[in-house]
């Protein structure tokens, strides 16, 4: 199963209020809701969106990346992606995934745990979404889960909301 090149790392985001911009589109994602006020940098692989300027907001890391096709069965991919995120060895376990939803019946998985990545240790969320021969993830990292709890059911919210292209 082949999903993706080595991942850049990635980006710091504050979210602080609950106020909502537009649509955005990345790659095959299109987000129905996102948090108003983030900037955004395109980068070769990934989108990387931040909210630094928001005062007083709980930080937390989100990217999302370009898909990769891939074959194979949609739970084996949870497990490729997020060790080639994190560079683990092929025998290496994924965390639990969960099998989620979108509001317009895509699927798609999620994982998370406390671990050394990227930008250090923290509390990892993968959201990977799965579509024909193809996926797409979306990196949340926050300094541990007491920093993420709170902001939980927002993020569940926006996963659900995003409409997968066809």
Excluded: C
């Amino acid at each position: 199963m082949k999903i993706w090149s080595p991942i850049l790392p990635v980006v710091i985001i504050a979210i602080a209020s609950v106020s909502f911009a537009q649509a955005q589109q990345y790659d095959r994602l299109m987000f129905k809701v996102f948090p108003a006020n983030w900037s955004e940098q395109t980068q070769a692989d990934h989108v990387m969106l931040s909210n630094y300027n928001i005062k007083g907001a709980d930080l937390l890391n989100v990217s999302i990346f370009k898909g990769q096709e891939y074959t194979g069965k949609p739970e084996q991919a949870f497990a490729v992606a997020w060790r080639s995120f994190f560079k683990l060895a092929d025998t290496t376990t994924a965390p639990h995934q969960r099998r989620n939803y979108t509001v317009d019946s895509d699927m798609f998985f999620t994982g998370a745990e406390q671990r050394d990545g990227p930008q250090g240790k923290g509390y990892y969320l993968m959201a990977l979404y799965i579509m024909k021969n193809y996926v797409q993830p979306i990196i949340i990292k926050a300094d541990n889960m007491r920093v993420f709890e709170p902001q939980q059911s927002d993020w569940q919210d926006v996963l659900q909301q995003v409409v997968v292209a066809k």
